[in-house]
T-cell receptor
Framework: AQKVTQAQTEISVVEKEDVTLDCVYE???????LFWYKQPPSGELVFLIR??????QNEISGRYSWNFQKSTSSFNFTITASQVVDSAVYFC?????????????FGTGTRLQVTL | DVKVTQSSRYLVKRTGEKVFLECVQD?????MFWYRQDPGLGLRLIYF???????EKGDIPEGYSVSREKKERFSLILESASTNQTSMYLC?????????????FGDGTRLSIL
């Protein structure tokens, strides 16, 4: 069975600090995909990134960066120079392929609070 | 942009009532999903559908059913609502034939069962 662990329940930082959100996963599949979603207070989950298991290159998008390490089964997310608008719950998810549709297994989420 | 619309943001119902939650997507996606979100538990999959009239159970289907009569609409049904079904319900859709495309989510329905 697949599992995603986000050990950090809640993180508080002051604006402009860097912050890393941890994600550790378990799967028996050799091919899989990992995702990060952001859920702001409005409630809608916003897709941030998808990464497949064969691509271990780190990715940077503006202030966001992702570090995928297959050896430690981790897919960590770093926000550089955090801003108040980054305050949200962040979910890491693992995709399981089936013959019909790909299903996501979500972690329990990390609530990030950025204050002035 | 993909738009997934859930019919209600907030809903209050009574124990034993039959409850319908509606979800509509406008991007011709094959797959649609219903999740519930509870504090400390993340999102858990209730049911999903990969085509019209097709459905599969997720991780927690007990007490729920679904209906997909048209491609764009996916309904979640609580046959006889109970207080432990008080939760945030999220609908999602994806354009995916098993190739792991991102799911796109609606705003959620916060359902309270009294």
């Amino acid at each position: 069975a697949q599992k995603v662990t986000q050990a950090q329940t809640e993180i508080s930082v002051v604006e402009k600090e860097d912050v890393t959100l941890d994600c550790v996963y378990e799967t028996r599949d050799t091919t899989y995909y990992l995702f990060w979603y952001k859920q702001p207070p409005s409630g809608e989950l916003v897709f941030l990134i998808r990464r497949n298991s064969f691509d271990e290159q780190n990715e940077i998008s503006g202030r966001y960066s992702w570090n995928f390490q297959k050896s430690t089964s981790s897919f960590n997310f770093t926000i550089t120079a955090s801003q108040v608008v980054d305050s949200a719950v962040y979910f890491c998810a693992l995709s399981e392929s089936s013959g019909t549709a790909s299903k996501l297994t979500f972690g329990t989420g990390t609530r990030l609070q950025v204050t002035l | 942009d993909v738009k997934v619309t859930q019919s209600s943001r907030y809903l209050v119902k009574r124990t034993g009532e039959k409850v319908f939650l509606e979800c509509v997507q406008d991007m011709d996606h094959e797959n649609m999903f219903w999740y519930r979100q509870d504090p400390g538990l993340g999102l858990r999959l209730i049911y999903f559908s990969y085509d019209v009239k097709m459905k599969e159970k997720g991780d927690i289907p007990e007490g729920y059913s679904v209906s997909r009569e048209k491609k764009e609409r996916f309904s979640l049904i609580l046959e006889s609502a109970s207080t432990n079904q008080t939760s945030m319900y999220l609908c999602a859709s994806s354009l995916d034939r098993g190739n792991n495309q991102p799911q796109h989510f609606g705003d959620g329905t916060r359902l309270s069962i009294l």
